[in-house]
């Protein structure tokens, strides 16, 4: 018996180093899941939202080719594409832009929308010339062309 406590007194300091170890372990891993956290992107015309967890230094435009990516590989409809300079992502609770550069934590909300940019066209002359002479058309000209009988 005496071999059997002596060789439990040896195993009581290792059991508590292996014991500080996995608690060292646990700590490390905790830390970085508070560093980590659950997005909601409800993508503008889609039927339902994408999740998925980010951490929260990654920059609002990797957050958004994320998002391009899990709704593409799901086989969402309509089909955005997978250039994320062509869209804008937006805090759902004040419906504020975020930079695309901006870290995705340094906002308290989680839950986003995601949108595409609306596309302005150009103002060339001629197209100024033509919406110039669009106006500037008679309302009682059109009105009698309407109901003119044939």
Known sequence: ?????????????????????????????????????????????????IRFVVKKDDLVSGVIQTALKTYAHEGRLPVLGTNVDNFIL??????????????????EGRNFVLCKKQIQPQMTEARSEMISRKGSGSWKAWLNKSFSFK
Do not use: C, W
């Open 90 to 107: 937006h805090d759902a609770a004040d419906y504020a832009a975020l930079h695309p550069a901006e870290a995705i934590g340094s906002r």
């Open 1 to 49: 018996m005496d071999k059997r406590q002596e060789k439990m007194k040896r195993n009581v300091p290792e059991k508590s180093l292996l014991m500080q170890k996995r608690k060292k372990n646990s700590d490390d891993n905790q830390s970085t899941n508070k560093n980590r956290f659950l997005v909601i992107i409800n993508v503008l015309g889609s039927t339902g939202p």
